[in-house]
T-cell receptor, first 114, second 120 residues
Framework: DARVTQTPRHKVTEMGQEVTMRCQPI?????VFWYRQTMMQGLELLAY????????DSGMPKDRFSAEMPDATLATLKIQPSEPRDSAVYFC????????????FGSGTRLTVV | AQTVTQSQPEMSVQEAETVTLSCTYD???????LFWYKQPPSRQMILVIR??????QNATENRFSVNFQKAAKSFSLKISDSQLGDTAMYFC?????????????????FGKGTLLTVNP
């Protein structure tokens, strides 16, 4: 089965450091999402790309977060500088739109900022 | 904005029994899809079942079925013959479809989830 690959699986970093999370979407998928999962807020949409172009990043704190797709095989989410409140699991998901089979999620990156 | 509400934070069921998880949503759109995702302790998000809003027939996938009530904006998940491996967090999700494929369309809005425990 095709998979969405996220790296790293776990990351512990000190407050103020830069964090980069990577995602390899499934080949042929034209849509990529970044979600953040916390106990308090649940799953929140951070960024949304279609054909590598950003469609919606309204859920992303602009001052410290950035999301890019340098090419069709790589999506990145960066946090600079990181803060303890950024501790969460970050998921990448990909799919084909218009398509209604739902999206395939990666295994997530668990980020801990100390 | 679309909202998805799962009113049961936690539920439990005995192995082999049937359990129903509730989900309601709010939208003014006509073209949309609804999904149930499962997140076991491994934290992998797994698609369980999907429903197209324009279809009246309820979707089924093996032991999983939905009760889709469009007028009531309700989308519950029934798990029959519960198994220990069904223990997980279950998320209901909503997606607008059609239109220009941009902006708010084709993105998933999730409920807060229901933690289901299947007891032996």
């Amino acid at each position: 089965d095709a998979r969405v690959t996220q790296t790293p699986r776990h990351k512990v970093t000190e407050m103020g450091q830069e964090v980069t999370m990577r995602c390899q979407p499934i080949l042929g998928h034209n849509t990529v999402f970044w979600y953040r999962q916390t106990m308090m807020q649940g799953l929140e949409l951070l960024a949304y790309f279609r054909n590598r172009a950003p469609l919606d990043d309204s859920g992303m704190p602009k001052d410290r977060f950035s999301a890019e797709m340098p090419d069709a095989t790589l999506a990145t989410l960066k946090i600079q500088p990181s803060e303890p409140r950024d501790s969460a699991v970050y998921f990448c998901a990909s799919g084909l739109v218009p398509g209604t089979n739902g999206y395939t999620f990666g295994s997530g990156t668990r980020l801990t900022v100390v | 904005a679309q909202t998805v509400t799962q009113s049961q934070p936690e539920m439990s069921v005995q192995e082999a029994e049937t359990v129903t998880l509730s989900c309601t949503y709010d939208t003014s759109e006509n073209n949309y899809y609804l999904f149930w995702y499962k997140q076991p302790p491994s934290r992998q998000m797994i698609l369980v079942i999907r429903q197209e809003a324009y279809k009246q027939q309820n979707a089924t996938e093996n032991r999983f079925s939905v009760n889709f009530q469009k007028a009531a904006k309700s989308f519950s998940l029934k798990i029959s013959d519960s198994q220990l491996g069904d223990t997980a967090m279950y998320f209901c999700a909503f997606m607008i479809s059609g239109g220009d494929s941009g902006g708010s369309n084709y993105k998933l809005t999730f409920g807060k989830g229901t933690l289901l425990t299947v007891n032996p």
